[in-house]
C-alpha cells in the first residue's frame, strides 16, 4: 500500500461549483499534514496546514480524521484560478523527509 | 522576499556533460531538499539535507551527487548527463520537523 494516495482525477467542475476530495495514508504516527498546489510547469506552493480540529482558510477547508487515516480538502464557490494539481502531503515525526502525493487535477469549467 | 533560489531556470546539455545546479535559501532553514519531476508524475526525492554538514540519499540518488555548502546552499551535480535525467529539478526547503516545505521555482534540464 502507497504511504500516501490520492484520485488522480481530473475532477472537471463548474465555477461556483463546491468540490472537495480526500487522501489517505497508512501510517498512523503521521504528524503533520498539507495540502500544496501545483500550476502546470509551476513549482507546489503550500495551500494550507491541517489541524487536527480543521482548520479553514476563505474558501478552503481542510480536515483531518486520523481514526480513518485520510485528510481532505474542500473548496467552496469555485473559481478558474482553483484549476491546479493540489498535492496531499505529510510527515512524521523525527523524520526530515515529507511524502507528497501524487496529487489530484482540478480543472474548473466556465 | 526571496525565498528559495534556483540556478539556472534552464539548461540543455549534450550526454556526458556535467553541470551543477544551484540553490540558496535565505530563510534560515536547516533543512534542504532536491526533488525531479517527470511530465505527468510525482516528485521524486534525490537528496536531502537535513542540517549543515549532513546529506542522505532520497528514492532516486544514482548518477547524482550534492553539497550542502553552508546553510544557505544545497547544490546538485550530475557528473556525466544522461538523457534520462531530462527533467524538472525541484529546490526546497523547510525549517524544521513537521514544518512544511518551501520550493524554489525549478530548473528545467534537457539532455540530447
Known amino acids: 500500500r502507497k504511504e500516501v494516495e490520492q484520485d488522480p482525477g481530473p475532477f472537471n467542475v463548474p465555477e461556483g461549483a463546491t468540490v472537495a476530495f480526500n487522501c489517505t495514508y497508512s501510517?498512523?504516527?503521521?504528524?503533520?499534514f498539507f495540502w500544496y498546489r501545483q500550476d502546470c510547469r509551476k513549482e507546489p506552493k503550500l495551500l494550507m496546514s491541517?489541524?487536527?480540529s480543521g482548520n479553514e482558510d476563505g474558501r478552503f477547508t481542510a480536515q483531518l480524521n486520523r481514526a480513518s487515516q485520510y485528510i481532505s480538502l474542500l473548496i467552496r464557490d469555485s473559481k478558474l484560478s482553483d484549476s491546479a494539481t493540489y498535492l496531499c502531503?505529510?510527515?512524521?515525526?523525527?523524520?526530515?523527509?515529507?511524502?507528497f502525493g501524487t496529487g489530484t487535477r482540478l480543472t474548473i469549467i466556465p | 522576499n526571496a525565498g528559495v533560489t534556483q540556478t539556472p531556470k534552464f539548461q540543455v546539455l549534450k550526454t556526458g556533460q556535467s553541470m551543477t545546479l544551484q540553490c540558496a535559501q535565505d530563510?534560515?532553514?536547516?533543512?534542504m531538499y532536491w526533488y525531479r519531476q517527470d511530465p505527468g508524475m510525482g516528485l521524486r526525492l534525490i537528496y536531502y539535507?537535513?542540517?549543515?554538514?549532513?546529506?542522505d540519499k532520497g528514492e532516486v540518488p544514482n548518477g547524482y551527487n550534492v553539497s550542502r555548502l553552508n546553510k544557505r546552499e544545497f547544490s546538485l551535480r550530475l557528473e556525466s548527463a544522461a538523457p534520462s535525467q531530462t527533467s524538472v529539478y525541484f529546490c526546497?526547503?523547510?525549517?524544521?520537523?513537521?514544518?512544511?516545505?518551501?520550493f524554489g521555482d525549478g530548473t528545467r534540464l534537457s539532455i540530447l
Open positions: 526546497a526547503s523547510k525549517s524544521s520537523s513537521n514544518q512544511p516545505q518551501h
Open positions: 501510517n498512523s504516527a503521521s504528524q503533520s
Open positions: 491541517v489541524y487536527s
Open positions: 502531503v505529510l510527515s512524521n515525526f523525527g523524520n526530515e523527509k515529507l511524502t
Open positions: 530563510m534560515n532553514h536547516n533543512s
Open positions: 539535507s537535513a542540517s549543515e554538514g549532513t546529506t
